[in-house]
Each structure stands twice: as C-alpha cells, then as structure tokens.
T-cell receptor, first 110, second 114 residues
C-alpha cells in the first residue's frame, strides 16, 4: 500500500472562490480516491478516478489524474462555508488497504 | 444498519487498563479497516480485514494492539495495557471489497487514556 501526499497542508479562501488541492504518489495505481472529513470524525468518500481516466466530475468537484506525473488534483468550484473540512487522497494499487496522508485543511470564509 | 456503527462513541480509561472498541460494518461488506487519528493528523492505518482474516496488519503499532473479526462482520479492536499515547480517535470503515470500491466510515470512538 502507499499513501498520497496532499498539498498544500492548509488553504484559506473566500466563499465563492475555487479551491484546488493536489496529491502526489510514488508507484503505479489502479485508482485514486478523495475523501472529506469534517470535525475530525468519519471520512466521507467524494470521488474515485481510475488509472485509465484523466478527468472526472461530480457536482462542483472536478478531479484530474496524471499518471505520468503520479499526481492528482481536486478542484472545488464556487466554494461554500460548508466545504470547510480536511481533504485526503488515497492512491490504491490492487486490493491494498486505503492509506491516507496528512490531508489539506480547507477553510472557506463567508 | 444504514451505516458503519462504532461503539462506544467516547471512552475514558485509566492508564494500564484493557479496552475494546467495536465496529459494526455495513451488511454485506467484506472489507473492514481500522485507523487511528490524532489531532491535526491524517488517519493512520492499523489493520485491514477481508472477511474473517487480517489481510494486512502492518499498521498495528505494537503487540498491545489486536483486532478480530470472527464471523466476517463485527470487528473488535483490543488494546491492552493502555498508555496515554494511545489517546486518539479510532475510526472504522467498511467496503464491498475489491480495488474499485469506496470505503464508508463510522463516526469513530474517541479514546482518552488518563
């Protein structure tokens, strides 16, 4: 299993702005998953992008994957105060466990 | 149940005591994960079950930590001789299994060792 490294560690933006966070990993993957965590409790799955996909959308979320650079980005458009949370990526190879990095702490200021 | 259930939600114990934390996964989910999370950190992987067996227990920090899943459903994380450094939120997650499946998390058990 491998863990992703999220960047930046912290991000503060105004409501309505877009937020971009990045994830880098080291070895080849089958997919990469993004999760959100509010208030230090359970994580919530946001989106899964497979290794043969380059971009995926879900509502205000847009995820890209560049396997040649071993990196992914998560874009949240038109951010809201409710998007304030920590965001984690989990690169996955085969049936290995999901392993998380330190995450990006996003603060959206109303 | 509708989601992953963890009990208790909070547990305070004295240093040196034994604790058990319980996780009820979503029915039918074959994969089950345990993590622990300290303030300001990401979830730290502890152990991963596929069915009844531990597929990967490389994250267990030492032999005071042990987890079981005897019938492939409910899992119990057991911590012996607790130390103050064990204080953290312990998270459980389950999934259908397979590489392209998402994990569903419980709300965690906050363990405080005093």
């Amino acid at each position: 299993s491998q863990q992703g490294e999220e960047d930046p560690q912290a991000l503060s933006i105004q409501e309505g702005e877009n937020a971009t966070m990045n994830c880098s990993y080291k070895t080849s993957i089958n997919n990469l998953q993004w999760y959100r965590q509010n208030s230090g409790r359970g994580l919530v799955h946001l989106i899964l992008i497979r290794s043969n996909e380059r971009e995926k959308h879900s509502g205000r979320l847009r995820v890209t994957l560049d396997t040649s650079k071993k990196s992914s980005s998560l874009l949240i458009t038109a951010s809201r105060a409710a998007d304030t949370a920590s965001y984690f990526c989990a690169p996955r190879s085969g049936n290995t466990p999901l392993v998380f990095g330190k995450g990006t702490r996003l603060s959206v200021i109303a | 149940g509708a989601g992953v259930s963890q009990t208790p939600s909070n547990k305070v114990t004295e240093k040196g005591k034994y604790v058990e934390l319980r996780c009820d996964p979503i029915s039918g989910h074959t994969a089950l994960y345990w993590y622990r999370q300290s303030l300001g950190q990401g979830p730290e992987f502890l152990i991963y079950f596929q069915g009844t067996g531990a597929a990967d227990d490389s994250g267990l920090p030492n032999d005071r930590f042990f987890a079981v899943r005897p019938e492939g459903s409910v899992s119990t994380l057991k911590i012996q001789r607790t130390e103050r450094g064990d204080s953290a939120v312990y998270l459980c997650a389950s999934s259908l299994g397979g590489p392209d499946t998402e994990a569903f998390f419980g709300q965690g058990t906050r363990l405080t060792v005093v």
